[in-house]
C-alpha cells in the first residue's frame, strides 16, 4: 500500500511539472451563421478515440479547454440539431492552440442533400479532388462519359475529350491502373457510371516522385475511376446498318471477380467511330469539339470545327473505316503483394480524304494569294502491347517494371494541286505533285523503379531506369511539275523525279536515385542524381530517276546520314514542408551536358557543353478543407532534334525546302502555374480557376526566305521573346427556383511569337477573350438536358505587313437532351453550331450547324434489347474547318467529313454482378 501511494504521489508531481497546452475556438451553424452554444467539444485521443477531456461552448459559441498534453489528438464537436464534426490537432507545449470557427451543418440540410447516405459529394485532399459517384444522378445504364458531365469542373466534349480544371486529361485509370493502355476514351465510353464508387482527378507525378513526395516537375492531369466492389460479367454488343452504305458494329465484355480484371473489344465501322488512343493525333486524329481555338507550335492562332462525332480530327486525315480490337488482363497475387496489368491493342484505319486550302501570304513589301487541294488515301495498322509488374518484396522493398512495345506500318498517297497570285491576279507559280510513303514505326519503352523504406519514418532510397528505343523507316516516292510565272508570263518549269529514303533510330536510356531523410517531423530532404545517354541516328537519301526509269542515282546535296548524342549529369536537392494548412516543396539541380554533333557523311563532328540551373517550387494552400490555393514553377530545357540540326535540304514539298542548322542552341522554358478552387456542396457552388505562363528563352523559330516565284527556303533558329499565357476559369451555381445547374466562366489565351521573313524580324501577337456559359438539369425518370454556348473575340497582330492583322470574333454552341416518353421510349438529340465574322479575304461560307436525333425502344427483363434509330446531321451542313492566322500568313482549310446518314442500330445488354442493366 506505501509503495502504491508513494508511486501515486510521484506520478501526481510528474505530471504537475509536464508542458501543458490549451485550445480555443468558436463553433457556429454554418446555414444561419448564429454562433451555437452548448455544443459538446471533445479531446480523443488518436491511436484509439479514448477521451481525454471535454467541454461546452458558452452561449457566444466559444470555448477554451486548458491543461492538455502536447502532441495530436482528435477533436469532436456534436450536437443534438447538428452533424458531428471531427478534425486532427497538434497542441504545442506552453501555447494557447486557435482553431478559429468550427462549422456545423443541420441534420435537416445533411438529410436534404443526402449527404449522410452518401457521404460527402466532393472532397479535396491534397492535390486530389474526389467525387461520389452516387451523389451525381445519371439515367440508368448511362457510361462514365455522362457521369464525367455531371461533375463540377470537368467538361466532356462530343468526342469523349475530357477537360479537368481548364486541363486535358491525358490519362483515366481504374481503380488506380491503366485499362487497355494509356488509351481513356474506352473506359470512360464502355464502361457503366453505376459502377462506379468514386471519381478522382490530379496531376500524376512519376512513380517515383509518388514514393519520395518530393515533385519532380512530371504531371498529366488524370482522372481515376474507383469501381465498386463487382463479382461477374458485364459488356454490350451493337449493330447498326443505314444508308447510304454506312455500318457500325462494336462488342465489349468485361468480367470483374475481386481483384482479377478481364475484358475484350472490338469495332467495325465506317461512321467515324473509332476507339484510339488521344496520344496519337498525328496518325489517328484526335477529336476537337465543336469549334476552338488554339495555338499552333510557332506561335500562331487558329479555330477549327470537327464536325462532330468525325472523330477522325474533322477529316483531316480523311473519312476512316477502322477495324480495331483489344484484349485486357489485370490481377493481384499473394494477398495483393504481386499485381499484373497487361493489354493488348490493335487497329487497321483506311481513309480517303479531300482537303482545300485558301490562304493569303503578307511579305513585308507584297502581298500573295494561294489555293490548293489535295486528295489523300492512307492505310495504318497499329499493334500496341503493354504489361506491367509490380512485386511488393517485403514491407520495405518493391520493384515496378513497365514495359510498351508499339509496331505502327503505313501506306499513303497525296495529289495535290495549287498556285500563288499576286494581287493582281497574275500567277506566280502553279504546282502539280504525288507523293506516295510506306512507313514502319516500331518503339520499345522501359521503365524499372526499386524502392526502399528504411526503418525510420520518411527515410527513403529509390532507383528508376527508363530505356526507349525507336526505329522509324521511310520509303516512298515524289514526282513534281511546277511552273514559274514573271510578270504574269511562264518563265521556268521545274520537274522533280525522285525516291526518299530515310532510316530515324533514337536509343535513350537515363537512371535517377533519390534518397530521402526526414530532417523534422514535417520537413524533408531529397538529395538526387541522374544520368542520362541520348543517341539519335538519321539518315536520309534520296534517289532521282535514271534513263532506265530506276531510282538509282544518288542525290547528294539531298542525302546525308547524321548522328546527334547527350550524355547528361544532373545532381539536386530539394526540401519539402508539409503543414496542416500548406504543402511546400522546392529546389534545383544542374546539369552538366555534352553534346556530339556528327556529320558521318562529311566526317567532322562537333562538341560542345552546356551547364543548366533548374530550379523547381511547388506549393498548395489549404485555406479550408473546401478551398485551396496552389502555385507551382519548373524550368526545363529541350534539345533540337536530329532533322532540326541535319545540315541537309529536305524537298518533299519543292515549294517549302528545309535546311538543317547544326548551330542550333537548346531552348530553357519557364513554367509557372496556379490554380484557386472552392466548392460548397450545401450551397451547390464551386470556382475553378487555372492560370497558365510559360517563357522561353532560346525559343525554336523559323527564319524563311521567299523569292519573287514563291519559293520558300527556311530553318530553325533561336530567338528570345516567346511566351504564352492562358486562363481558365468557371464559375458553377444552381438556381434554385429553376432546378437549374448553371456555370460561367472566362477562357483568355495570349501569345508572342517571333520568327523571320526575307531577313525582317516579325513578331506576332495573338490573343483570344472568351466567355463560356452552360446549363443543364436532370430530373430523374423524365429527362436531362445540357446547353453550352461560348462567345470568343480574336486578336492577332504580325509586325512585318499590317495587312496580316486580323480581329473577329467567333460564337459556337453545343446542346444535347434526353426525354424519357411512355413504353420505355427515350427521344435523344443533340445540335452543335458555329459562326464567325466573316473576313473580307475570304469568301467561302463557314458557318455550320450539325443536329443529330435518335429515338430509343428499350425491351425485354431488366431492357437488355434497345432497338435504336439515329439520323446524323439532318441538315447536312457538317464540314471541317480551320481557321489559321500564322505568323505573316492567313489560311482557311476545309476537309471532307461524314455528311447525313441514318442508321438503324440493335443493342444486347448484358450484366450479371448483382447490378443488372436497369432503367
Given at each position: 500500500?506505501?509503495?502504491?501511494?508513494?508511486?501515486?504521489?510521484?506520478?501526481?508531481?510528474?505530471?504537475?511539472?509536464?508542458?501543458?497546452?490549451?485550445?480555443?475556438?468558436?463553433?457556429?451553424?454554418?446555414?444561419?451563421?448564429?454562433?451555437?452554444?452548448?455544443?459538446?467539444?471533445?479531446?480523443?485521443?488518436?491511436?484509439?478515440?479514448?477521451?481525454?477531456?471535454?467541454?461546452?461552448?458558452?452561449?457566444?459559441?466559444?470555448?477554451?479547454?486548458?491543461?492538455?498534453?502536447?502532441?495530436?489528438?482528435?477533436?469532436?464537436?456534436?450536437?443534438?440539431?447538428?452533424?458531428?464534426?471531427?478534425?486532427?490537432?497538434?497542441?504545442?507545449?506552453?501555447?494557447?492552440?486557435?482553431?478559429?470557427?468550427?462549422?456545423?451543418?443541420?441534420?435537416?440540410?445533411?438529410?436534404?442533400?443526402?449527404?449522410?447516405?452518401?457521404?460527402?459529394?466532393?472532397?479535396?485532399?491534397?492535390?486530389?479532388?474526389?467525387?461520389?459517384?452516387?451523389?451525381?444522378?445519371?439515367?440508368?445504364?448511362?457510361?462514365?462519359?455522362?457521369?464525367?458531365?455531371?461533375?463540377?469542373?470537368?467538361?466532356?466534349?462530343?468526342?469523349?475529350?475530357?477537360?479537368?480544371?481548364?486541363?486535358?486529361?491525358?490519362?483515366?485509370?481504374?481503380?488506380?491502373?491503366?485499362?487497355f493502355g494509356s488509351d481513356p476514351g474506352i473506359a470512360t465510353k464502355n464502361l457503366r457510371a453505376d459502377q462506379v464508387q468514386e471519381v478522382q482527378v490530379f496531376d500524376k507525378k512519376s512513380d517515383q516522385a509518388e514514393f519520395t513526395g518530393i515533385d519532380d516537375g512530371?504531371?498529366?492531369?488524370?482522372?481515376?475511376?474507383?469501381?465498386?466492389?463487382?463479382?461477374?460479367?458485364?459488356?454490350?454488343?451493337?449493330?447498326?446498318?443505314?444508308?447510304?452504305?454506312?455500318?457500325?458494329?462494336?462488342?465489349?465484355?468485361?468480367?470483374?471477380?475481386?481483384?482479377?480484371?478481364?475484358?475484350?473489344?472490338?469495332?467495325?465501322?465506317?461512321?467515324?467511330?473509332?476507339?484510339?488512343?488521344?496520344?496519337?493525333?498525328?496518325?489517328?486524329?484526335?477529336?476537337?469539339?465543336?469549334?476552338?481555338?488554339?495555338?499552333?507550335?510557332?506561335?500562331?492562332?487558329?479555330?477549327?470545327?470537327?464536325?462532330?462525332?468525325?472523330?477522325?480530327?474533322?477529316?483531316?486525315?480523311?473519312?476512316?473505316?477502322?477495324?480495331?480490337?483489344?484484349?485486357?488482363?489485370?490481377?493481384?497475387?499473394?494477398?495483393?503483394?504481386?499485381?499484373?496489368?497487361?493489354?493488348?491493342?490493335?487497329?487497321?484505319?483506311?481513309?480517303?480524304?479531300?482537303?482545300?486550302?485558301?490562304?493569303?501570304?503578307?511579305?513585308?513589301?507584297?502581298?500573295?494569294?494561294?489555293?490548293?487541294?489535295?486528295?489523300?488515301?492512307?492505310?495504318?495498322?497499329?499493334?500496341?502491347?503493354?504489361?506491367?509488374?509490380?512485386?511488393?518484396?517485403?514491407?520495405?522493398?518493391?520493384?515496378?517494371?513497365?514495359?510498351?512495345?508499339?509496331?505502327?506500318?503505313?501506306?499513303?498517297?497525296?495529289?495535290?494541286?495549287?498556285?500563288?497570285?499576286?494581287?493582281?491576279?497574275?500567277?506566280?507559280?502553279?504546282?502539280?505533285?504525288?507523293?506516295?510513303?510506306?512507313?514502319?514505326?516500331?518503339?520499345?519503352?522501359?521503365?524499372?523503379?526499386?524502392?526502399?523504406?528504411?526503418?525510420?519514418?520518411?527515410?527513403?532510397?529509390?532507383?528508376?531506369?527508363?530505356?526507349?528505343?525507336?526505329?522509324?523507316?521511310?520509303?516512298?516516292?515524289?514526282?513534281?511539275?511546277?511552273?514559274?510565272?514573271?510578270?504574269?508570263?511562264?518563265?521556268?518549269?521545274?520537274?522533280?523525279?525522285?525516291?526518299?529514303?530515310?532510316?530515324?533510330?533514337?536509343?535513350?536510356?537515363?537512371?535517377?536515385?533519390?534518397?530521402?531523410?526526414?530532417?523534422?517531423?514535417?520537413?524533408?530532404?531529397?538529395?538526387?542524381?541522374?544520368?542520362?545517354?541520348?543517341?539519335?541516328?538519321?539518315?536520309?537519301?534520296?534517289?532521282?530517276?535514271?534513263?532506265?526509269?530506276?531510282?538509282?542515282?544518288?542525290?547528294?546535296?539531298?542525302?546525308?546520314?547524321?548522328?546527334?548524342?547527350?550524355?547528361?549529369?544532373?545532381?539536386?536537392?530539394?526540401?519539402?514542408?508539409?503543414?496542416?494548412?500548406?504543402?511546400?516543396?522546392?529546389?534545383?539541380?544542374?546539369?552538366?551536358?555534352?553534346?556530339?554533333?556528327?556529320?558521318?557523311?562529311?566526317?567532322?563532328?562537333?562538341?560542345?557543353?552546356?551547364?543548366?540551373?533548374?530550379?523547381?517550387?511547388?506549393?498548395?494552400?489549404?485555406?479550408?478543407?473546401?478551398?485551396?490555393?496552389?502555385?507551382?514553377?519548373?524550368?526545363?530545357?529541350?534539345?533540337?532534334?536530329?532533322?532540326?540540326?541535319?545540315?541537309?535540304?529536305?524537298?518533299?514539298?519543292?515549294?517549302?525546302?528545309?535546311?538543317?542548322?547544326?548551330?542550333?542552341?537548346?531552348?530553357?522554358?519557364?513554367?509557372?502555374?496556379?490554380?484557386?478552387?472552392?466548392?460548397?456542396?450545401?450551397?451547390?457552388?464551386?470556382?475553378?480557376?487555372?492560370?497558365?505562363?510559360?517563357?522561353?528563352?532560346?525559343?525554336?523559330?523559323?527564319?524563311?526566305?521567299?523569292?519573287?516565284?514563291?519559293?520558300?527556303?527556311?530553318?530553325?533558329?533561336?530567338?528570345?521573346?516567346?511566351?504564352?499565357?492562358?486562363?481558365?476559369?468557371?464559375?458553377?451555381?444552381?438556381?434554385?427556383?429553376?432546378?437549374?445547374?448553371?456555370?460561367?466562366?472566362?477562357?483568355?489565351?495570349?501569345?508572342?511569337?517571333?520568327?523571320?521573313?526575307?531577313?525582317?524580324?516579325?513578331?506576332?501577337?495573338?490573343?483570344?477573350?472568351?466567355?463560356?456559359?452552360?446549363?443543364?438539369?436532370?430530373?430523374?425518370?423524365?429527362?436531362?438536358?445540357?446547353?453550352?454556348?461560348?462567345?470568343?473575340?480574336?486578336?492577332?497582330?504580325?509586325?512585318?505587313?499590317?495587312?496580316?492583322?486580323?480581329?473577329?470574333?467567333?460564337?459556337?454552341?453545343?446542346?444535347?437532351?434526353?426525354?424519357?416518353?411512355?413504353?420505355?421510349?427515350?427521344?435523344?438529340?443533340?445540335?452543335?453550331?458555329?459562326?464567325?465574322?466573316?473576313?473580307?479575304?475570304?469568301?467561302?461560307?463557314?458557318?455550320?450547324?450539325?443536329?443529330?436525333?435518335?429515338?430509343?425502344?428499350?425491351?425485354?427483363?431488366?431492357?437488355?434489347?434497345?432497338?435504336?434509330?439515329?439520323?446524323?446531321?439532318?441538315?447536312?451542313?457538317?464540314?471541317?474547318?480551320?481557321?489559321?492566322?500564322?505568323?505573316?500568313?492567313?489560311?482557311?482549310?476545309?476537309?471532307?467529313?461524314?455528311?447525313?446518314?441514318?442508321?438503324?442500330?440493335?443493342?444486347?445488354?448484358?450484366?450479371?454482378?448483382?447490378?443488372?442493366?436497369?432503367?
Open positions: 500500500m506505501r509503495k502504491f501511494v508513494a508511486g501515486f504521489v510521484l506520478l501526481a508531481a510528474i505530471t504537475s511539472h509536464a508542458q501543458k497546452a490549451s485550445i480555443k475556438g468558436t463553433v457556429t451553424d454554418t446555414v444561419e451563421k448564429k454562433n451555437l452554444a452548448n455544443t459538446v467539444i471533445a479531446i480523443l485521443k488518436k491511436p484509439d478515440s479514448v477521451l481525454v477531456k471535454f467541454s461546452r461552448a458558452n452561449k457566444e459559441g466559444q470555448f477554451l479547454i486548458k491543461d492538455l498534453d502536447t502532441g495530436r489528438f482528435i477533436l469532436m464537436a456534436t450536437h443534438p440539431f447538428f452533424g458531428d464534426y471531427f478534425d486532427e490537432v497538434e497542441l504545442t507545449q506552453n501555447t494557447q492552440n486557435e482553431i478559429g470557427n468550427i462549422y456545423l451543418t443541420p441534420k435537416s440540410k445533411l438529410l436534404a442533400e443526402v449527404i449522410v447516405k452518401t457521404g460527402s459529394p466532393i472532397r479535396i485532399k491534397g492535390d486530389t479532388i474526389s467525387y461520389t459517384a452516387d451523389s451525381f444522378k445519371v439515367r440508368a445504364g448511362a457510361n462514365v462519359e455522362e457521369l464525367l458531365r455531371r461533375l463540377p469542373g470537368i467538361q466532356v466534349d462530343r468526342n469523349g475529350q475530357i477537360t479537368a480544371m481548364g486541363e486535358r486529361v491525358k490519362k483515366v485509370l481504374v481503380d488506380g491502373e491503366e485499362f512530371v504531371k498529366d492531369k488524370t482522372i481515376n475511376l474507383k469501381m465498386k466492389k463487382l463479382g461477374g460479367y458485364f459488356g454490350k454488343a451493337e449493330a447498326g446498318g443505314g444508308l447510304p452504305d454506312k455500318y457500325n458494329l462494336d462488342a465489349m465484355a468485361n468480367s470483374f471477380q475481386g481483384k482479377r480484371k478481364v475484358a475484350g473489344y472490338g469495332v467495325m465501322s465506317n461512321t467515324g467511330q473509332v476507339n484510339l488512343d488521344w496520344q496519337d493525333p498525328q496518325n489517328y486524329g484526335g477529336g476537337i469539339d465543336g469549334l476552338t481555338t488554339e495555338t499552333t507550335d510557332d506561335g500562331g492562332i487558329y479555330m477549327s470545327y470537327s464536325g462532330g462525332d468525325d472523330n477522325y480530327w474533322g477529316g483531316r486525315s480523311g473519312i476512316p473505316t477502322n477495324w480495331n480490337a483489344g484484349l485486357h488482363y489485370s490481377n493481384k497475387f499473394n494477398n495483393d503483394k504481386l499485381s499484373l496489368n497487361s493489354g493488348y491493342k490493335f487497329s487497321k484505319v483506311n481513309s480517303t480524304g479531300l482537303t482545300t486550302v485558301f490562304s493569303n501570304t503578307f511579305l513585308p513589301d507584297t502581298t500573295w494569294t494561294m489555293s490548293s487541294a489535295s486528295h489523300n488515301f492512307s492505310s495504318v495498322n497499329k499493334h500496341a502491347f503493354n504489361v506491367t509488374l509490380e512485386d511488393n518484396l517485403d514491407s520495405a522493398n518493391s520493384l515496378k517494371w513497365v514495359n510498351k512495345f508499339n509496331n505502327n506500318s503505313a501506306e499513303s498517297r497525296v495529289d495535290y494541286s495549287g498556285q500563288t497570285s499576286n494581287t493582281s491576279g497574275q500567277l506566280i507559280n502553279k504546282t502539280a505533285r504525288a507523293t506516295t510513303n510506306n512507313s514502319d514505326r516500331n518503339n520499345i519503352a522501359s521503365n524499372l523503379l526499386f524502392r526502399h523504406k528504411f526503418k525510420k519514418l520518411s527515410r527513403t532510397f529509390s532507383a528508376n531506369t527508363d530505356f526507349n528505343w525507336t526505329e522509324v523507316k521511310n520509303n516512298g516516292l515524289l514526282y513534281s511539275l511546277i511552273d514559274y510565272y514573271k510578270n504574269g508570263s511562264l518563265d521556268q518549269l521545274d520537274t522533280t523525279d525522285q525516291q526518299n529514303i530515310q532510316d530515324n533510330s533514337t536509343r535513350t536510356i537515363n537512371t535517377k536515385i533519390a534518397y530521402t531523410e526526414p530532417l523534422r517531423k514535417d520537413v524533408y530532404l531529397e538529395v538526387n542524381y541522374s544520368l542520362g545517354y541520348y543517341n539519335n541516328n538519321n539518315e536520309r537519301i534520296t534517289n532521282e530517276k535514271d534513263l532506265s526509269g530506276k531510282y538509282e542515282s544518288i542525290v547528294d546535296s539531298l542525302s546525308n546520314s547524321y548522328v546527334f548524342n547527350r550524355l547528361i549529369n544532373t545532381p539536386g536537392a530539394n526540401f519539402k514542408v508539409n503543414k496542416k494548412k500548406y504543402n511546400l516543396s522546392f529546389g534545383a539541380s544542374v546539369g552538366f551536358s555534352h553534346f556530339v554533333e556528327k556529320n558521318v557523311t562529311d566526317n567532322y563532328k562537333i562538341n560542345y557543353n552546356y551547364t543548366n540551373f533548374y530550379p523547381k517550387v511547388a506549393y498548395t494552400y489549404k485555406f479550408k478543407p473546401n478551398e485551396s490555393f496552389r502555385f507551382n514553377y519548373n524550368g526545363s530545357t529541350t534539345a533540337p532534334s536530329i532533322e532540326q540540326l541535319q545540315p541537309i535540304r529536305v524537298n518533299t514539298d519543292p515549294l517549302n525546302i528545309y535546311i538543317g542548322n547544326p548551330g542550333l542552341n537548346q531552348s530553357f522554358r519557364h513554367d509557372f502555374n496556379m490554380g484557386y478552387n472552392f466548392y460548397n456542396v450545401l450551397k451547390e457552388k464551386n470556382l475553378w480557376t487555372n492560370l497558365n505562363l510559360n517563357i522561353t528563352q532560346n525559343a525554336f523559330v523559323q527564319y524563311s526566305l521567299v523569292d519573287d516565284f514563291g519559293k520558300r527556303t527556311y530553318q530553325t533558329v533561336n530567338a528570345n521573346g516567346v511566351y504564352t499565357m492562358n486562363l481558365y476559369s468557371q464559375y458553377g451555381f444552381k438556381i434554385k427556383a429553376l432546378k437549374l445547374g448553371t456555370g460561367f466562366g472566362p477562357v483568355v489565351n495570349i501569345n508572342r511569337y517571333v520568327d523571320f521573313i526575307n531577313t525582317v524580324k516579325n513578331v506576332t501577337n495573338t490573343s483570344s477573350y472568351g466567355l463560356r456559359i452552360n446549363f443543364d438539369r436532370y430530373v430523374e425518370k423524365k429527362f436531362n438536358f445540357y446547353v453550352g454556348p461560348s462567345f470568343t473575340w480574336n486578336h492577332s497582330h504580325a509586325s512585318v505587313n499590317s495587312s496580316a492583322n486580323a480581329d473577329y470574333w467567333q460564337l459556337n454552341g453545343w446542346a444535347q437532351g434526353r426525354f424519357t416518353l411512355p413504353h420505355n421510349f427515350e427521344l435523344s438529340t443533340d445540335a452543335e453550331y458555329q459562326a464567325r465574322e466573316k473576313d473580307p479575304r475570304f469568301t467561302a461560307r463557314s458557318n455550320y450547324t450539325k443536329w443529330n436525333a435518335s429515338i430509343t425502344k428499350r425491351m425485354l427483363k431488366d431492357n437488355k434489347l434497345e432497338l435504336n434509330l439515329g439520323v446524323y446531321d439532318i441538315l447536312d451542313q457538317n464540314k471541317g474547318y480551320q481557321r489559321n492566322f500564322n505568323s505573316y500568313s492567313f489560311t482557311e482549310t476545309y476537309y471532307l467529313t461524314l455528311r447525313r446518314y441514318w442508321l438503324l442500330t440493335v443493342t444486347w445488354n448484358i450484366a450479371k454482378n448483382g447490378k443488372p442493366a436497369t432503367w
